[in-house]
């Protein structure tokens, strides 16, 4: 298991419904990773929100550090959905995307992320 930390949100409108309060925005995240993963990341995502303030969202985030002390970068695709100020993600590893000692990695992970500061991400992973 990860822990990690959000150091920065930035989200813009991308559409607003002409019927519906729904909109789409995109966000970049960065964020910064102690535990299994050490490191820093950068997430883009693509959010959908409901009229009642729920969103599913897509995105794709690059980490660069170590995973179990082998040092690389991975991208994640991630999927998910942001209700009742919570946001569950499932990640996958995007195959082919790891550098160095992370070449070969493979797997998936998820998190649930709210209001505290610190969240939890949960891999499984393998090299």
Request: with cysteine.
């Amino acid at each position: 298991m990860s822990k990690f930390t959000i150091e920065s949100w930035q989200e813009n409108d991308v559409m607003k419904g002409k019927n519906t309060q729904a909109s789409l925005r995109s966000a970049v995240i960065k964020k910064h990773y102690v535990g299994v993963l050490q490191g820093t990341s950068v997430t883009h995502y693509s959010l959908y929100y409901l009229p009642n303030g729920s969103a599913t969202f897509t995105g794709i985030e690059v980490f660069t550090g170590q995973y179990q002390a082998s040092e690389g970068s991975i991208s994640l695709l991630h999927e998910g959905l942001f209700e009742h100020g919570e946001a569950k993600g499932a990640l996958t590893v995007i195959e082919g995307s790891g550098t160095e000692q992370l070449k070969t990695i493979s797997g998936t992970a998820h998190f649930c992320a709210g209001e505290q500061k610190e969240h939890e991400l949960h891999t499984h992973f393998s090299l």
